[in-house]
């Protein structure tokens, strides 16, 4: 009888792993990785556009379950006039849109990548015209152009990837590099990339405004009185999802000076 020798199996040692790990976060950048026009940069996106367009009706299926909306005609069709002008200032009339308007005092709008469009009461009631409400949705709207949404998800997904391959090698030390590696890259890469997000959509909300005839100055006029109005404790800037209101003023007086608007 013929001895077989059966070879052990090969362990796979922690660095092998990283290694491992790190090279298919790098195949899946360099397929996800595409120049964006509207932007002017390259952009990570890994997330199907249909499984966002399905999360963002279903987002919307849930707001209008658990918020209350207003059946007031006046702001309803201010917020139709307002958003369909932006709409095709941006180039989306080809989305069968749907708005409406939520009863909360809070000021806020979103836009959702399936052709929904959501504003409060309370932003209503704080804008003076329809320049600075317009402001507000074109913003919102540039979020939805820039793909923002899908960006800031596949930048997550990639993340925590990458701290699977770190933890996954640490040993007896796993859970508190887990904990500080989560804390470093919230700070250090998610946070940062929003602030992004929104100073990339504050401008391009400008160009929308501008090509839908509303009035460019309106939108400094705006977000001073957001600043105003909500009077902020004083969060540090390099732990906010946003950028300060005094940055994001100035960035938006620098682009309107040069774009002549």
Request: charged content about 20%; hydrophobic content about 40%; glycine content about 8%.
């Amino acid at each position: 009888m013929t001895h077989v020798s059966i070879p052990r199996p090969i362990p796979v040692r922690p660095h092998r792993k990283r290694i491992a790990l790190s090279a298919l976060a790098g195949a899946v950048v360099l397929a996800g990785c595409a120049y964006n026009d509207t932007l002017g940069r390259n952009q990570l996106v890994i997330m199907d556009d249909s499984a966002l367009i399905q999360a963002s009706q279903s987002a919307w299926n849930q707001a209008l379950q658990t918020q209350k909306v207003s059946n007031d005609r006046a702001m309803n069709e201010r917020v139709r006039r307002v958003g369909d002008r932006l709409v095709q200032a941006a180039g989306l009339q080809n989305r069968n849109w749907t708005y409406a308007v939520f009863d909360d005092a809070t000021p806020n709008a979103f836009v959702l990548p399936s052709g929904h469009m959501g504003v409060t009461t309370g932003l209503l009631r704080l804008v003076r015209n329809d320049d600075q409400l317009a402001t507000v949705i074109g913003h919102e709207i540039a979020h939805v152009v820039g793909r923002h949404a899908a960006e800031r998800s596949s930048t997550s997904s990639l993340t925590q990837l990458a701290l699977g391959a770190i933890q996954s090698g640490a040993g007896d030390y796993a859970q508190a590099v887990g904990g500080l590696g989560g804390i470093g890259a919230q700070l250090g890469i998610l946070l940062p990339f929003s602030r992004k997000h929104e100073l990339e959509a504050d401008r391009l909300g400008v160009d929308y405004m501008v090509r839908a005839g509303y009035r460019a100055s309106e939108s400094i006029a705006l977000w001073q009185l957001m600043a105003a109005a909500q009077n902020r404790a004083g969060q540090p800037e390099f732990a906010s999802t946003h950028p300060s209101d005094q940055t994001r003023i100035a960035a938006l007086e620098a682009y309107i000076a040069e774009r002549g608007y």
